[in-house]
């Protein structure tokens, strides 16, 4: 079965304690893509600017992403500046120009509209809401988000997640504290799944994440890296492994869930070693199987 | 086997948002030697004042501690005033009195003096090291310290971890990051083991603990508990589950290392749970095994 994202591709800037990079490629459904694709077929939707070089639209398709809903509009493409310090779990936005994005009113493509896993990227919860109007019978919808719609959203996130159509939602753990009011993680993840998602994954960035269903706890501790180059992207590179492997089977249960959540930590710990996207390209089987390895003795006992 | 320990017995104050008690019983000691307690037979070696009451060194015997290198002496017990904000992960320190501790110059009982499990708790390095002259052929020796100790006796304690005397240091992320200059954990830890230890475990609060050896990298998380009452002592009470576990067996490796550290981070998980050490008392075999189970099933994939 394959994925639907729907996301922003973008510019980005970055300076952290390892270098500084100008425009390079980001977005979160770049970074989902790439990564969701070494485990499935990963469908696009994003929307960039004239200004969008062809040799971007040429890696996505190299690594098999359809990019049939991905729209090139007049305008610039979106662009997000930031810098992170030493301590790389937050970053500093230092300049969003939104761009083409601002206006992104996804239409999902006709032979888009029935995949049956869908991945709602950090965008308006209003738009979040509208595009599960577009899909048919989604069988697994996972949806992010970030501090800024709950600053400024709160009552439409709300909304998308007591709409019942989402089934895992995504977000760190300042934003499970921001939205719940809650400092504790474990109350905070109560109340999300009180709402209506019958999962819930708080990402913790270098301390791993925490995943809660009505009936699971399970917890997954970072990779001790000795290089953490560029975080930027990591939550939605962790988003696609998860539901890239989750996408393969047929029937979802807590087990495949729990695994799946040890993939998406594969995919961010090879991201964060580069900076932008570099840390997931030219990956393989073997490579993934290797760092899985890893994740089983670090946590066995 | 039995374990070793030389530290602190303190009255406590201590406010969190979960309320404010004063005179509490506290101190590296008691909280190592009520968790070890549960494992093996503990000998503390501590120093209280005049004004120290007799219930508590009852305590200390109904947990069959034995308190024979426990000094009264001339003068008034240790006490330490503190607070805890909602994040719980660092406390403000209000006011330390150190008392009688300030002149505290352990002198290890003779009948204690072939103890095979040492635990030093974070006092001064150069009684920490002092200590080791004291005692015959540890087996297994492993100490803590604080940022106090990193900030005023570095190159001291540096000496007592290039002694090679020392089998296991236990500190806490921060004091990680400070002693070794490295912002990441996993290159602190190499910094450590560089120096001498063979082992490190480095302490993250709700996040959980590290743990390196020369041949092992093992992460285990923090139990998910929807109350965290009281963090003081968590450390200590860490560290009496380590080294009460560990104090069973004739031969150490990474595995029972590992173990270990499961029962040391469940000592510390029923320890949060209410003020001073209420927590640790009145645990038995059936609780401790269910919530080793709890942490299979939260960490296994």
Not at 5 to 30: C, I, M, N, Q, Y
Not at 120 to 134: E, T, V
Not at 171 to 200: C, H, T, W
């Amino acid at each position: 079965m394959s994925v639907l994202v729907v996301g922003s591709v973008a510019f980005d800037s970055v300076e952290t304690p390892f270098g500084k990079h100008r425009d390079l490629l980001g977005g979160s459904a770049s970074y989902f893509s790439i990564s969701a694709s070494y485990f499935t077929k990963v469908r696009m939707v994003a929307v960039v600017g004239k200004d969008f070089p062809r040799k971007h639209i040429d890696l996505f398709k190299k690594y098999g992403i359809d990019t049939g809903g991905l729209q090139v509009v007049h305008g610039k493409t979106f662009r997000w500046e930031g810098r992170y310090e030493h301590d790389m779990n937050a970053a500093e936005t230092i300049a969003t120009h939104l761009n083409v994005f601002r206006t992104f009113s996804p239409d999902i493509p006709r032979r888009y509209r029935d995949t049956r896993n869908i991945f709602l990227a950090n965008i308006d919860p209003d738009i979040q809401f509208d595009i599960l109007k577009q899909v048919r019978s989604p069988r697994l919808v996972a949806s992010d988000t970030m501090n800024f719609w709950i600053d400024n959203k709160k009552r439409e996130l709300t909304r998308l997640l007591k709409s019942k159509k989402i089934d895992l939602f995504l977000l760190n753990d300042a934003e499970a504290r921001q939205f719940s009011g809650e400092v504790n993680l474990l109350r905070a993840a109560r109340y999300i799944l009180s709402l209506g998602p019958k999962m819930v994954i708080i990402k913790k960035g270098e301390h791993g994440s925490l995943f809660f269903s009505r009936k699971t706890a399970f917890s997954v501790p970072g990779l001790p890296l000795e290089t953490i180059c560029d975080p930027t992207g990591a939550g939605d590179t962790f988003a696609g492994g998860v539901m890239g492997y989750l996408s393969r089977f047929k029937n979802i249960d807590d087990a495949k869930v729990k695994r799946a959540i040890i993939y998406g930590s594969i995919m961010a710990s090879f991201n964060v070693g580069r900076f932008s996207l570099k840390g997931l390209l030219g990956l393989n089987k073997q490579l993934i199987d290797k760092r899985y390895k890893s994740f089983k003795e670090l946590t066995r006992f």
